[in-house]
């Protein structure tokens, strides 16, 4: 790949990007690993290659990646989800379950695309909003979607309880 991206393309991932795509979670659990060593193990990633082949077959989980040189730069994970509860409003969601750009081509505008990609296909499938969760600590990411105009929907909070460790040894 170039170090200056002018030309890229998104498109549907296909299980031919499974490697390229596993790459990036790498990356991409690393952040979070540093941020909550609590909760994410070193050196994991979110899904293995198994899980990944079922969600691109997901027409209500799409992802997309960017491919600059024929070389994926980036994904997106995307989630259709939709409020059936009777005292909600019936709305589509349009769920961001993960975006990453390599470390390779990082700030070159890539993940600029991704969003205004994910915001266009909102747009077509009828959606009333795009959500994500930002974990505490990753405040370059909260940035970056407030640079979108994404705002607070709603706050979780946790109170730990217990040594992770014990919890794991429980299992």
Known sequence: MTEKISDYKIRRA???DIAAIGELLYQVHGVHAAIRPDLFVEGGRKYDDVELAEILKDDDAPVFVL?????VAGYIFLRIQRDLQPSHRAITTLYIDDLCVSEKVRGQGIGHK????????????GAYNI????YEGNDRAKIFYEN???KTQYTAMEKIVSDSRQTDKNL
């Open 14 to 16: 296909e299980n031919a």
């Open 67 to 71: 491919t600059a040189d024929g070389v």
């Open 114 to 125: 991704l969003f205004a990609f994910a915001e266009k296909f909102a747009k077509d499938i």
């Open 131 to 134: 959500t994500l969760h930002v």
């Open 148 to 150: 979108f105009g994404m």
